[in-house]
């Protein structure tokens, strides 16, 4: 069962702000100050996704240099080699930067690792196998930005390195032709939330600057640029949200025969595709491939046009996707049996298993970290080096717990909340014991419990098609933009069941005495059986199209019961 969760209501808006909102219905002078806005300018401005800062790519740091030496490679015809990531982030920037250098010309060519056997970023047997294949740069998306020691093999096998990535940076940089990420030091660039894509994207529209001549757009790539940036959970602020507005309509609009497959066949009608769809639909999908496989599948349906192939790649990704369910499934079952023979008062969870499947185990520390609020680390224990992934909460960043240990690790990266490492199986103990006092240290005199928060308090008799129409305007949400949610009090339940292959959901018919709603709590089935008919609700308002119907619901995302 998960934890009990504590719930929290955002500060009601101020006089001031409520009159400088006035312009706005009453529901929205809430949302809005919830998120920063408290003037009817800066409100419209957020409304209509604009930016407030220069977003010229030629202020990141190497963009000159980089746009010169992509340049003349491409006069010469040099062999231009895409070093990408295998998740949706590093395909979508591989196929973006692919798609750009041969329409001006290039002669290009991706390199996506292997997860099995090669493992995340550069690694040096790749490079050696680029080399001897002719190619002379190399232009890394979404990773190289802390593998210093793969650029300086690559320059001693005579290979220039650009490296563009958005993860942050280790103690040391590369020392490659050019290095492009706006969380570099000394980086001018005003938005640091750019994902790997977003990142190839400036590169993208720097050289498009240099060849006006181009028929392609920048914005024919924004349907790139949304899946990687929604996948890989960028915040939906800033310049991210401008990106993924546009992103939609392009990705609503798309030519690209690959995406009209895979939605196909994932049941979405990609002409209404939002940023939750991207989330929970297409993303996994194109992660699977990566994840049980190898992410070519998933670039090819990025690049091809070509029907038939199209759908053959789709049918391949969704079966991918179910096998990759289950497995996770497998793997955090293991996981719980691994960490429950543990110390249960440990702030960090820590599993190994040799059987674990490296795709999954960041899927299955997510899970873990979400249940029992810990940082979890899964981990394939591969012979002689353990590889592991690792989730965390907003009280712990687990890189810079990583940092902490660096002299024991192979290599290691991420963000705050994610990370990844290599470490030889003779120090594997030892990261075990560092860690987990690391956590203890910094998490000991913390109340460790997850918190959901609402906008505000609503009847859901004041709820209707106009509210959830005005809600649009909040779009695109998602990390770092999230949808609205409200809590309603003494809703009677009228009927309940649990649906699901595993009956883990739970299905609502709730009324305030004035109206009802369906309600659909994911995850919440285990609630079934002591519910009582008068409930606390906290939820986000939704339509729900099934099978061509639509109509409107209240999506669960926690119950309190009502004595």
């Given at each position: 069962?998960?934890?009990?969760?504590?719930?929290?209501?955002?500060?009601?808006?101020?006089?001031?702000?409520?009159?400088?909102?006035?312009?706005?219905?009453?529901?929205?002078?809430?949302?809005?100050?919830?998120?920063?806005?408290?003037?009817?300018?800066?409100?419209?401005?957020?409304?209509?996704?604009?930016?407030?800062?220069?977003?010229?790519?030629?202020?990141?740091?190497?963009?000159?240099?980089?746009?010169?030496?992509?340049?003349?490679?491409?006069?010469?015809?040099?062999?231009?080699?895409?070093?990408?990531?295998?998740?949706?982030?590093?395909?979508?920037?591989?196929?973006?930067?692919?798609?750009?250098?041969?329409?001006?010309?290039?002669?290009?060519?991706?390199?996506?690792?292997?997860?099995?056997?090669?493992?995340?970023?550069?690694?040096?047997?790749?490079?050696?196998?680029?080399?001897?294949?002719?190619?002379?740069?190399?232009?890394?998306?979404?990773?190289?930005?802390?593998?210093?020691?793969?650029?300086?093999?690559?320059?001693?096998?005579?290979?220039?390195?650009?490296?563009?990535?958005?993860?942050?940076?280790?103690?040391?940089?590369?020392?490659?032709?050019?290095?492009?990420?706006?969380?570099?030091?000394?980086?001018?660039?005003?938005?640091?939330?750019?994902?790997?894509?977003?990142?190839?994207?400036?590169?993208?529209?720097?050289?498009?600057?240099?060849?006006?001549?181009?028929?392609?757009?920048?914005?024919?790539?924004?349907?790139?640029?949304?899946?990687?940036?929604?996948?890989?959970?960028?915040?939906?602020?800033?310049?991210?949200?401008?990106?993924?507005?546009?992103?939609?309509?392009?990705?609503?609009?798309?030519?690209?025969?690959?995406?009209?497959?895979?939605?196909?066949?994932?049941?979405?009608?990609?002409?209404?595709?939002?940023?939750?769809?991207?989330?929970?639909?297409?993303?996994?999908?194109?992660?699977?491939?990566?994840?049980?496989?190898?992410?070519?599948?998933?670039?090819?349906?990025?690049?091809?046009?070509?029907?038939?192939?199209?759908?053959?790649?789709?049918?391949k990704l969704e079966?991918?996707?179910?096998?990759?369910?289950q497995i996770t499934r497998e793997t955090i079952e293991k996981a719980e049996q691994i960490i429950s023979n543990q110390n249960q008062n440990d702030y960090l969870l820590f599993a190994v298993d040799p059987d674990f499947n490296p795709g999954v185990v960041g899927l299955a520390a997510s899970r873990l970290s979400e249940k029992y609020y810990k940082p979890a680390i899964v981990c394939t224990d591969e012979g002689e080096t353990t590889r592991g992934s690792c989730r965390s909460i907003p009280e712990f960043h687990i890189t810079e717990a990583l940092d902490q240990c660096s002299e024991i690790l192979i290599r290691h990266g991420g963000h705050a909340a994610a990370a990844g490492f290599t470490v030889l199986n003779e120090n594997i103990d030892e990261l075990k014991k560092r860690l987990k006092l690391i956590a203890k240290d910094e998490l000991k005199d913390l109340e460790l419990r997850p918190t959901l928060c609402a906008d505000l308090e609503i009847s859901i008799s004041e709820l209707n098609e106009k509210v959830l129409e005005q809600l649009e305007w909040f779009e695109p949400t998602g990390y770092g933009n999230p949808q609205a949610v409200f809590v309603s009090r003494n809703v009677q339940v009228l009927s309940k069941r649990t649906v699901g292959n595993t009956n883990a959901h739970l299905k609502l018919v709730v009324s305030d005495g004035f109206s009802k709603f369906d309600a659909i709590g994911f995850n919440l089935g285990y609630l079934s059986t002591n519910l009582t008919k008068t409930i606390d609700i906290m939820f986000a308002f939704e339509m729900n199209e099934f099978n061509g119907q639509k109509n409107l619901q209240l999506r669960l995302l926690d119950i309190k019961l009502v004595e």
């Open positions: 069962m998960a934890l009990s969760r504590n719930w929290q209501i955002n500060t009601p808006i101020t006089r001031e702000a409520e009159e400088k909102l006035k312009s706005f219905p009453p529901i929205f002078r809430q949302l809005l100050f919830n998120r920063g806005y408290a003037t009817d300018e800066s409100a419209r401005s957020f409304l209509k996704a604009l930016v407030q800062f220069d977003t010229s790519p030629w202020q990141l740091k190497g963009m000159e240099r980089a746009v010169d030496r992509i340049k003349n490679a491409i006069k010469s015809s040099e062999l231009i080699t895409i070093y990408g990531d295998f998740d949706v982030d590093g395909v979508t920037a591989t196929a973006l930067m692919v798609e750009v250098l041969k329409n001006l010309g290039g002669n290009v060519v991706p390199y996506i690792p292997n997860r099995f056997d090669e493992g995340y970023g550069l690694n040096n047997d790749a490079l050696e196998s680029i080399q001897l294949d002719g190619c002379k740069l190399v232009i890394t998306v979404d990773c190289g930005i802390r593998s210093w020691e793969e650029v300086k093999h690559a320059g001693e096998l005579g290979l220039d390195i650009i490296i563009s990535d958005h993860h942050n940076p280790g103690k040391i940089l590369p020392e490659g032709y050019a290095v492009i990420n706006p969380k570099q030091p000394g980086d001018q660039y005003p938005d640091k939330d750019l994902a790997g894509v977003g990142v190839a994207w400036k590169i993208a529209e720097a050289l498009l600057e240099k060849y006006p001549e181009s028929d392609l757009k920048n914005n024919e790539l924004l349907d790139l640029v949304v899946l990687g940036t929604v996948a890989d959970l960028a915040p939906l602020i800033g310049e991210n949200r401008r990106l993924v507005r546009m992103g939609l309509h392009q990705l609503q609009h798309t030519s690209r025969q690959g995406l009209f497959s895979l939605a196909n066949v994932a049941g979405l009608n990609i002409k209404n595709c939002n940023a939750g769809n991207i989330g929970f639909t297409l993303g996994p999908r194109l992660n699977a491939s990566g994840r049980m496989e190898s992410a070519l599948a998933s670039y090819k349906l990025l690049v091809t046009q070509d029907i038939q192939l199209a759908g053959q790649l789709a049918q079966s991918h996707n179910r096998e990759r369910q």
